[in-house]
């Protein structure tokens, strides 16, 4: 494999070679430079999707979600679910070890991090209060609105910019 640097994997891509495919860009296989991509592009397209749908029913939607998890028999749901996401987390760590390298501790660090906080928000029943109050806390003050825009539109074209790339 060969490691290229930005310049030369556009000029690869121009040309149609083929070994860009196998290549690696400042150490990442192109490869992930599209998956990173296509998630970044995914991200940034959101945006115009909660705008679209505004502030009032993403609270609204909220709202639905507290009134689940107050009803009888929910934190039983919210415990097992729990339970669940740490096993599959700790059955996902033999398979990241096979891959050994930077990357796989990085997803590892990244996935235990993320079920620390998904775990702890499962257990106080914030996780419905949490992201829809903060989605339309966003939407509804303009200077925030401008900012979550701009970084939105960077997000979307440097997404179809390395998915392009990666093709």
């Known amino acids: 494999m060969t490691d290229l640097g930005y310049l030369e994997a ?6 149609g070679d083929p070994a860009l495919k196998d290549a690696t860009m400042h150490g990442l296989g ?3 430079w599209g998956r990173f991509g296509k998630i970044a592009a995914f991200f940034g397209g959101m945006t115009v999707v909660l705008d679209i749908i505004g502030p009032a029913r993403i609270r ?13 028999g929910e934190h039983v749901r919210r415990a097992f679910s729990a339970a669940g996401l740490i096993a599959g987390l700790f059955a996902a760590i033999p398979l990241l070890e096979l891959t050994n390298g930077f990357i796989s501790w990085f997803a590892m660090t990244l996935l235990l991090s993320v079920a620390v906080v998904v775990v702890a928000a499962l257990f ?8 829809p109050n903060g989605v339309a806390w966003l939407l509804e003050h303009p200077r925030t609105l401008t900012w979550w825009r701009v970084i939105s539109l960077v ?6 910019h390395f998915d392009l790339l990666a093709s």
């Not at 556009?10 to 040309?15: R, T």
């Not at 997000?155 to 179809?160: D, E, I, N």
């Open 60 to 72: 609204g939607y909220g709202a639905r979600l507290r009134a689940i998890a107050h009803a009888p």
């Open 124 to 131: 106080e029943g914030r996780l419905s209060d949490a992201v």
């Open 30 to 32: 192109m490869l992930w």
């Open 155 to 160: 997000a979307l074209l440097v997404g179809f």
């Open 10 to 15: 556009w000029q690869m891509w121009f040309a």
